[in-house]
């Protein structure tokens, strides 16, 4: 399908003991909202807006900027996570992938 995500941070939490809890749990970390409450004293945001999104288009303050995903990933979770992508295209910036590793 050709998705494009600009960032990829894998977070890996070390757990002794659970048990898995089926489909993954695919969310939003951060919104524009959350984003622009942190950066708008910091830096001029239509000069850096204009250079993230050159065509002119603007995230709404719903838009996700970063995603998660955590849990099992079974069947099913790829057409869950294309649905939230597309939901959040072009805009979304970072997915975190939180997983446990069971020793």
Request: one cysteine or more.
């Amino acid at each position: 399908m050709g998705l494009i995500i600009q960032t990829c941070v894998a977070i890996v939490l070390l757990v002794t003991s659970g048990t898995p809890t089926g489909a993954a749990n695919i969310s939003c970390a951060e919104t524009y909202a959350e984003y622009f409450a942190k950066q708008t004293a910091k830096t001029n945001w239509d000069e850096r807006a204009s250079n993230l999104w050159p065509s002119g288009a603007r995230p709404m303050a719903s838009s996700c900027r970063v995603g998660w995903i955590s849990g099992e990933i079974t069947k099913g979770d790829y057409e869950k996570f294309v649905a939230f992508y597309k939901q959040h295209h072009p805009f979304m910036q970072e997915v975190a992938l939180i997983c446990r590793v069971e020793q």
